[in-house]
């Protein structure tokens, strides 16, 4: 069985993390990527697990030598997905993950045009808005942020492969599943023995 790479993103507060945690539990199987960093780690972070930390002339070296799929700078600090973990999970065929951001999924389109692109939509933006003010982690002047962000996002979904609106957990567990297994989880379709 020959690998491949899934992109999947969506706006800050949709819930893509819930989403794969719950795939993850069912198929622990898949290769979920690990970005480089350039900002310092945090408490608890572990790297090659979290994020591979690097200084940033070692990272600008990646980007000049090509062996970055992504990468963006966010708050003064570099991010970017490494290709080589990538090349070398894809060719012991696993299914690849990664989770980034808009910007770098329009950048792997153009690195790695064969990956299938997955966006998360929610219900509605005043849902988002709600899920984002329930966390209780942001001020209003960064939750403003995030939503005007996550506007712009929205508009650029149909420049995916798929889209999963993100309204009920379990409907959107089983549509990511059918996507990266490419038949439903719970259900078998009754035409797939069909006689032509």
Same mark, same amino acid.
């Given at each position: 069985m020959s690998g491949r790479v899934v992109v999947f993103t969506g706006p800050s507060g949709v819930g893509k993390g819930t989403l794969l945690r719950a795939v993850l539990a069912d198929h622990p199987g898949i290769y979920l990527s690990i970005s480089a960093t350039t900002r310092n780690p945090r408490a608890g972070e572990v790297e090659g697990q979290h994020y591979y930390f690097m200084d940033a002339a070692g990272f600008q070296d990646l980007v000049k030598r090509n062996e970055l799929l992504e990468w963006a700078e966010f708050a003064g600090n570099c991010y970017g997905t490494l290709r080589q973990p990538i090349q070398e999970q894809?060719?012991?065929?696993?299914?690849?993950?990664?989770?980034?951001?808009?910007?770098?999924?329009?950048?792997?389109?153009?690195t790695l045009p064969e990956a299938y692109q997955?966006?998360?939509?929610?219900?509605? $933006?005043?849902?988002?808005?709600?899920?984002?003010?329930?966390?209780?982690?942001?001020?209003?002047?960064?939750?403003?942020?995030?939503?005007?962000?996550?506007?712009?996002? $929205?508009?650029?979904?149909?420049?995916? =492969?798929?889209? $999963?609106?993100? =309204? =009920?957990? =379990?409907?959107?567990?089983? !549509?990511?599943?059918?996507?990266?297994?490419? !038949?439903?989880?719970?259900?078998?379709?009754?035409?797939?023995?069909?006689?032509?």
């Open positions: 894809v060719n012991q065929g696993k299914l690849v993950i990664l989770e980034i951001e808009l910007e770098g999924a329009r950048q792997v389109r153009k997955i966006f998360v939509l929610p219900p509605s $933006i005043e849902e988002l808005e709600n899920r984002i003010r329930a966390r209780g982690q942001d001020e209003e002047s960064a939750i403003q942020k995030r939503l005007a962000k996550a506007s712009i996002e $929205i508009g650029a979904a149909n420049e995916f =492969d798929l889209q $999963i609106t993100n =309204d =009920d957990l =379990d409907t959107a567990v089983e !549509q990511l599943k059918e996507a990266l297994f490419g !038949q439903s989880q719970t259900t078998e379709t009754p035409l797939a023995n069909a006689a032509p």
